[in-house]
């Protein structure tokens, strides 16, 4: 068998690569099941009824249906974009802000996700890594907006 010529292994971006007029679209998205709800809920100690309680939630409108737990949905939303954008690369996430759900996502929806690099730059405090801002933005299946989210990470450089 013959030595490939070269190796590609999947990563995400090194900080000299992300730019700031680009819109990463992270594919495939993630259709959300009702296992994935209820593991979610119960596993973060979430007694909310509206994630677990069928009965309850089909008398409630507007929705008359369970809601699928807004931490999920968020969680899901970052990490669809790990592999194009983070595999590898980031250091630690410095923290989240206008974190918003303006629609709801229920049993069965899919879940895409998107990324804008808002701003980039050098860390004072760490040199080799700089600091990325992501805007996050997750829409379901009929392209309805229902999470965005502000994340700053800190990120390796290329490595010399």
Request: proline share 5%; hydrophobic share 40%; no cysteine.
């Amino acid at each position: 068998m013959n030595e490939p010529i070269r190796r590609v292994v999947q990563r995400g971006l090194w900080f000299e690569e992300f730019e700031t007029d680009v819109l990463y679209e992270h594919r495939p998205g993630r259709t959300i099941t009702e296992a994935d709800n209820v593991l979610f809920t119960t596993l973060t100690m979430n007694t909310q009824a509206l994630h677990l309680d069928a009965a309850f939630a089909d008398e409630l409108p507007p929705f008359h249906q369970r809601l699928v737990n807004s931490m999920f949905t968020l969680s899901t939303l970052v990490g669809l974009s790990v592999a194009q954008l983070t595999q590898g690369t980031i250091v630690a996430n410095l923290g989240f802000s206008d974190i918003a759900f303006p629609k709801p996502l229920f049993h069965g929806d899919t879940l895409y996700a998107e990324t804008a690099v808002t701003d980039k730059r050098e860390s004072k405090s760490r040199p080799g890594e700089g600091i990325v801002t992501f805007a996050h933005t997750g829409r379901n299946q009929h392209g309805d907006v229902v999470a965005t989210a502000i994340r700053k990470t800190l990120v390796r450089k290329k490595p010399a």
